[in-house]
């Protein structure tokens, strides 16, 4: 993730609801279907509204784009 010209590490990240707060540590165990289907969730939302994202980093805030985006 870039953030104001800057490189960041992203450790936890806000999830609408019914998601809520979930770890990097968290996401990155998951099995690939499960992360897949968040990762298109994900995206689907970014390409839908913009201003409305589906996950943000919980330190700054900013939304998250998979890497398909």
Same mark, same amino acid.
């Given at each position: &993730?870039? $953030?104001?010209?800057?490189?960041?590490?992203?450790? &936890?990240?806000? $999830?609408? @609801?019914? +998601?809520?707060?979930?770890?990097?540590?968290?996401? &990155?165990? &998951?099995?690939?279907?499960? @992360?897949?289907?968040?990762?298109?969730?994900?995206? +689907?939302? +970014?390409?839908?509204?913009?201003? +409305?994202?589906?996950?943000?980093?919980?330190? @700054?805030?900013?939304?998250?784009?998979?890497?398909?985006?």
């Amino acid at each position: &993730m870039r $953030f104001s010209g800057r490189q960041c590490t992203i450790e &936890m990240v806000d $999830f609408d @609801w019914p +998601r809520g707060p979930v770890s990097i540590d968290a996401l &990155m165990a &998951m099995p690939s279907g499960q @992360w897949e289907h968040i990762r298109t969730d994900i995206t +689907r939302r +970014r390409q839908e509204d913009l201003a +409305r994202p589906l996950a943000r980093c919980r330190l @700054w805030g900013a939304s998250g784009t998979s890497a398909n985006s």
